[in-house]
């Protein structure tokens, strides 16, 4: 047998038998040097490879802005899923050099499901992904951060404690927890308290990301990580964050979830590239997943009974573009539209 067969259920760069199979996947040097860094520390760095980039960020930064200018002209907050209707960021999310990397480390076709635009430090307490976004088997799922300026130590820079990936996926179980019915809380505010003191018992040293633009970092699912403190309020620090999954998995949300009791909160997985729902498998075998977000096409058409048919004219493109609340709420345009867009006089096209 392969030593790549050996424990397919593990990604290569995770695994406890990455030295052996390291050297068989065919990397070059620098693909060596980045999958050692992850296997290592939990976290890569390399050069974006996108010849585009810098032409990609000044159009991302123009069209986001508004979207992300609060009442004193500063900007704030972050738009989720901007891929909708932004075709940069769409593109950086999708770049086929980086999809074709993280297929290699992982052993399994990756796919992008979810973009995230900053453009100012997140100050977000250290945490693992795995709690937000995960897949059975555990560690099919990594985030690549990509910097849209040089950020500055003020700015809040990505922080995150190297070697804690390598720890066991902390669980609801694990911290007394139900996830079940667990709901208006926030999803990692529980096991914030057992992060830190796990931090401060193994005494790791958290390390700062203090990139120049179109430097990017990869994380592993389980890397402890957050935003650092914004020490200058006046700096900004544009980036985005893609997040991957890869095939033939389970995705579901392990804060929400009890899985000693089958209690999954299955995930609606989004392909970027395509915008089309990802199956869930489970060794292979096709897994029935949650119902699709609305609206389907019993609401759609419930809908239109009730509030009358689109404008003919209708652009969901624009219709995004022009509220980006609903984009970032990650709603469908034309269920906006119908249910609250008409009646607020929202703008559906640009003139
Ligand atoms: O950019 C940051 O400060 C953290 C982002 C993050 O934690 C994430 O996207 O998973
Ligand atoms: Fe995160």
């Not at 047998?1 to 620098?30: A, K």
């Not at 003020?154 to 911290?175: E, F, R």
Request: proline share 7%; glycine share 6%; charged share 25%.
């Amino acid at each position: 047998m392969h030593v790549t067969e050996i424990l397919p259920g593990i990604p290569h760069v995770e695994s406890p038998l990455f030295y052996r199979i390291v050297d068989t996947l065919h990397l070059s040097g620098e693909e060596c040097r980045i999958a050692t860094d992850l296997h290592e520390r939990g976290y890569a760095v390399f050069d974006f490879p996108d010849p585009d980039f810098d032409a990609r960020v000044a159009r991302v930064k123009a069209s986001l802005t508004p979207a992300l200018t609060v009442q004193t002209n500063e900007l704030a907050g972050r738009v989720q899923d901007a891929w909708r209707f932004d075709p940069d960021v769409l593109a950086i999310a999708a770049n086929e050099q980086v999809l074709a990397l993280l297929t290699k480390l992982y052993g399994r076709p990756a796919f992008p499901h979810q973009s995230l635009n900053f453009p100012v430090g997140t100050e977000q307490h250290l945490h693992s992904d795995s709690i937000h976004f995960s897949s059975i088997p555990q560690r099919f799922m990594c985030g690549v951060w990509v910097a849209m300026e040089d950020v500055q130590p003020g700015a809040g820079p990505l922080t995150y404690a190297p070697g804690t990936q390598k720890w066991p996926v902390l669980t609801n179980l694990d911290i007394g927890r139900r996830g079940t019915g667990a709901q208006e809380e926030h999803a990692q505010l529980p096991f914030e308290a057992a992060w830190d003191e796990l931090i401060e018992a193994a005494a790791v040293k958290k390390e700062s990301f203090l990139p120049r633009k179109r430097q990017a970092l990869i994380w592993a699912a389980n890397l402890l990580h957050g935003g650092g403190a914004r020490t200058d309020r006046s700096l900004t620090r544009w980036s985005q964050v893609t997040h991957y999954y890869f095939d033939d998995c389970i995705y579901y949300t392990p804060a929400f979830s009890d899985e000693a009791l089958g209690a999954l909160d299955m995930r609606n997985v989004l392909d970027i590239r395509t915008g089309e729902r990802r199956d869930h498998r489970y060794l292979g075998e096709l897994i029935e997943g949650p119902p699709p977000v609305p609206p389907n096409w019993r609401q759609r058409l419930r809908l239109r009974l009730k509030y009358g048919k689109l404008p003919a004219d209708f652009d969901p493109i624009a219709y995004y573009r022009l509220n980006p609340d609903v984009a970032a709420a990650q709603l469908d345009a034309a269920w906006h539209y119908l249910r609250h867009g008409r009646a607020e006089r929202r703008r559906y096209r640009f003139r």
